[in-house]
């Protein structure tokens, strides 16, 4: 496990997406499935905190927060051009003063330092943990932010079972040469905590498990919180 060096990743992602912010939203649309019936299941409301890890152009931010009134809407990204796109398009649709974008990477975040608040109601990750080589530290953080009757809502790749091997194994190799992966450790560890009673998991599978959301509901009192058994279900999420 080699140390994490921030500065690192905000300059391969910033190589990365600096040439395609401009046509991301336009090109993703067709391959990052899931990502509005995501948004859509947040059960935020009116004054909710919200983190988005990875937030990249904002496009999730700003669908929640034009869903939801008066949400505060935080995101963190490393690369800095993204979030001048994010920026800038939350102050046209009138959001800004509701928005805190930080430079910085996920597993680093410190909800006070970074965002002024001590947790958030709602964290979301959209097909960021992927590409994060140890995503889950990165979960690990996510969730310690989370407040106590708070969701945490992951889509990202999935395993693909449901498709021809040939074609899987093809879009996998695609993926992988952008430094994305299938992190079926990711789905493990949830299942492993909620059968620990540390929150209910709701998952589900779409287009033949191309992707994969899952919602982590905490506890509203974690001494209350009684062991819930994880079974494979199709409840929204
Ligand atoms: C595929 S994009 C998804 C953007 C957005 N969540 C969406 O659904 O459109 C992945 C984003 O994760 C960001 N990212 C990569 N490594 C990260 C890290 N360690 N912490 C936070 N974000 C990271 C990238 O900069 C990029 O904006």
Request: glycine fraction near 8%; charge should be positive.
């Amino acid at each position: 496990m080699s140390p994490l060096d921030p500065g690192a990743v905000f300059a391969r992602m910033e190589r990365m997406y600096r040439p395609q912010r401009a046509i991301y939203d336009l090109t993703r649309r067709f391959y990052l499935l899931g990502r509005d019936r995501l948004v859509d299941g947040v059960p935020a409301r009116p004054g909710d905190r919200v983190l988005e890890i990875g937030c990249g152009t904002g496009r999730n931010l700003l669908r929640l927060g034009r869903r939801v009134p008066d949400l505060l809407l935080c995101g963190v990204d490393p690369a800095a051009s993204m979030l001048a796109f994010a920026r800038r398009r939350l102050e046209r649709a009138n959001l800004g003063g509701r928005v805190r974008l930080v430079h910085g990477v996920a597993e680093r975040i410190e909800p006070e330092r970074d965002f002024g608040v001590a947790a958030f109601d709602h964290v979301i990750a959209s097909f960021c943990l992927s590409m994060i080589p140890e995503p889950l530290t990165a979960l690990e953080r996510a969730l310690s932010v989370l407040a106590p009757g708070g969701t945490l809502h992951v889509v990202d790749f999935g395993s693909m079972s449901g498709w021809p091997s040939p074609l899987a194994a093809a879009l996998r190799a695609w993926l992988a040469l952008f430094g994305v992966h299938h992190r079926p450790e990711l789905r493990a560890e949830l299942r492993r905590r909620a059968a620990h009673g540390e929150g209910r998991l709701e998952e589900r599978e779409i287009a033949g498990a191309y992707a994969e959301l899952a919602r982590f509901s905490r506890p509203r009192a974690t001494s209350s919180a009684r062991p819930v058994a994880w079974t494979p279900s199709a409840a929204a999420c």
